[in-house]
């Protein structure tokens, strides 16, 4: 066994979005920095994110993605593999076999136990990340960064032995977020709404961005306000929302493929964003947000966010035409909502998970 070698198997795509692959990436530089070699087992799915991480230095081993390819009817997202599991393991296999890792890390909805037992022969430990707690692993830690997740969801899902890390405490964020987090938080004692974030993740397939645009021109915004639009460098919608954009009646600009997102957080008054893994990075900063769940996993999330009063929620995008604008006059009507949601925020996470799951792995 190659006792510095990890290996991750995760995908990006239009579909699925960019979430699962960014978290492990976040992860796998941190412990590259810490003189381990990391190496990504990814799918060549349509909005793959391949070369990005090669350009973080980083080994690649692409898999192809076959059009109409035979999946496993389990579990619930199993369609997201692109191929059976047993096919998918046969491929890993082969890479882990002369990799010989230390650690296997796995973020797959698609993937569990059968594909975990499979390459068994081929790893040291296996650290699963999940957010569903709706399917059987044979891992030695599992990681879930939902706040308010109860371990005991994972009870009947994982062996008696496997050390379970549940909470936003343990969310891999990028270590620029934890840097900014004391600027963010100590310019918003007073900052009024004059800077709005949207950013509905990396690929927005069904352009939930165009809806809260169209949203935001019905709203009276102060003469001075500035929105910044962020869309991944995949999404497909990104030309629309640069047309639209130009129509709207405050300042609006389109940036996509950004490299500081977090000082654009923390330069922010107020997020528009989806229920996926950017919620921990703005609560490292502080950040309100009004967030939209976009998919069925994104509800426990958003339900946990807002029960810690950090956010005002639109429970799915149909309701954006009506929720988005009434939410948006009340919280200008009161910046003192804004400064509340700010410091419920910040007491989600502090940004420092990434070392805190590390010190558990090594």
């Not at 973020?107 to 296996?126: F, G, I, N, S």
């Not at 599992?142 to 005991?152: F, I, V």
């Not at 919280?331 to 007491?347: C, D, P, V």
Request: hydrophobic fraction near 45%; charge should be negative; aromatic fraction near 4%.
């Amino acid at each position: 066994m190659n006792n510095r070698a990890v290996v991750f198997r995760a995908d990006a795509s239009l579909e699925m979005g960019t979430g699962h692959l960014m978290r492990c990436l976040t992860l796998a530089n941190a412990l590259q920095a810490q003189g381990h070699d990391c190496h990504f087992i990814c799918r060549e799915h349509p909005g793959h994110l391949i070369e990005y991480v090669r350009q973080q230095g980083h080994k690649v081993y692409s898999l192809a993605c076959i059009a109409n390819a035979e999946t496993d009817e389990t579990p619930a997202h199993a369609r997201w593999l692109g191929a059976t599991q047993a096919q998918d393991a046969a491929l890993c296999a082969a890479i882990l076999s002369v990799i010989q890792p230390r650690w296997l890390v796995v973020d797959h909805y698609a993937l569990d136990a059968r594909w975990e037992q499979q390459l068994e022969p081929h790893y040291r430990r296996l650290l699963v990340i999940d957010d569903l707690a709706d399917r059987p692993h044979l891992c030695d830690v599992l990681l879930d960064q939902t706040l308010g997740r109860d371990p005991l969801d994972y009870q009947p899902w994982v062996p008696m032995d496997c050390r379970v890390l549940c909470g936003a405490q343990y969310a891999l964020l990028r270590p620029e977020f934890a840097a900014l987090r004391p600027y963010s938080l100590q310019r918003r004692q007073s900052a009024p709404l004059h800077h709005i974030l949207v950013s509905m993740g990396g690929v927005d397939k069904d352009n939930a961005t165009g809806q809260i645009l169209t949203a935001l021109a019905t709203v009276e915004l102060p003469a001075d306000c500035t929105i910044t639009v962020v869309m991944g460098s995949t999404a497909p919608w990104l030309e629309t929302i640069r047309r639209q954009a130009a129509r709207m009646p405050v300042a609006t600009l389109v940036r996509s493929g950004v490299g500081n997102m977090a000082q654009l957080m923390a330069d922010s008054d107020l997020a528009i964003g989806a229920a996926g893994a950017t919620s921990w990075e703005r609560c490292c900063l502080g950040l309100p947000a009004i967030m939209v769940v976009l998919a069925t996993n994104q509800q426990q999330v958003a339900a946990g966010l807002q029960d810690a009063q950090a956010v005002r929620v639109v429970l799915a995008s149909q309701d954006i035409p009506l929720t988005l604008p009434t939410l948006m006059k009340e919280l200008l009507q009161s910046t003192g909502q804004l400064h509340q949601m700010s410091q419920a925020a910040a007491a989600v996470t502090d940004g420092t998970g990434v070392a805190r799951v590390i010190g558990h792995l090594e």
